[in-house]
């Protein structure tokens, strides 16, 4: 069965304390790994898409890596307006397309 | 990239009734996807919008209750039938392709 995982649960960072939030995944017919960040109330807003294991992606303070069952989303020195529920998602094929997304990492960062 | 919207962002109604949640994409996509989201959670996907054809549902998810449709490459719709107040959530579109998918900010429905 296709399984997203995300741990962990919750991170309370201090203000340029780097960190890594995990995203595991069973699933067949992978076809890219997309990481998103939520704020409350609006939707999910597209980061990455990671699509071989050993790829790498970075944008601002984020970086986020792919291996055959997981993907890392680094956050080097962060900053308060990091602060946000960063979700990840994994596009199977395999019959048809579908984008099946973990439970997400609420992540605080105090100044 | 593409910009996603829905219509309506909010709505309020009535035990028994349905309501038709719109998403139009600004460019063409290949993909579009419906979810929904309680509070405080992750999305659940309930179906993927197939232009032309029948959605695909997922488990837990009829037709019957969530009607499907996409004519074409940028406009899909969805309707939450015969609602209770457990249909109360947010619902989600998305569009994109493989290499990227976007989403809408969301429609807030509350069933009384």
């Known amino acids: 069965e296709d399984q997203v995982t995300q741990s962990p649960e919750a991170l309370r960072l201090q203000e340029g304390e780097s960190s890594s939030l995990n995203c595991s995944y069973t699933?067949?017919?992978?076809?890219?790994l997309f990481w998103y960040r939520q704020d409350p109330g609006k939707g999910p807003e597209f980061l990455f898409t990671?699509?071989?294991a050993g790829e790498e992606k970075e944008k601002e303070r984020l970086k986020a890596t792919l291996t055959k069952k997981e993907s890392f989303l680094h956050i080097t020195a962060p900053k308060p307006e990091d602060s946000a529920t960063y979700l990840c998602?994994?596009?199977?094929?395999?019959?048809?397309?579908?984008?099946?997304f973990g439970a997400g990492t609420r992540l605080a960062v105090h100044p | 990239s593409a910009v996603i919207s829905q219509k309506p962002s909010r709505d309020i109604c009535q035990r028994g009734t349905s309501l038709t949640i719109q998403c139009q994409v600004d460019?063409?996509?290949?993909?579009m996807f419906w979810y929904r989201q309680q509070p405080g959670q992750s999305l659940t996907l309930i179906a993927t919008?197939?232009?032309?054809?029948?959605?695909?549902?997922e488990s837990g998810f009829v037709i019957d209750k969530f009607p499907i449709s996409r004519p074409n490459l940028t406009f899909s719709t969805l309707t939450v039938s015969n609602m209770s107040p457990e249909d109360s959530s947010i619902y989600l579109c998305?569009?994109?392709?493989?290499?990227?998918?976007?989403f809408g900010p969301g429609t807030r429905l509350t069933v009384t």
């Open positions: 699933v067949s017919g992978l076809r890219g």
């Open positions: 998305s569009g994109g392709t493989g290499y990227e998918q976007y």
């Open positions: 998602a994994v596009l199977r094929t395999g019959g048809y397309n579908k984008l099946i």
């Open positions: 990671l699509y071989s």
């Open positions: 919008a197939n232009q032309g054809s029948e959605a695909t549902y």
């Open positions: 460019s063409q996509v290949t993909m």
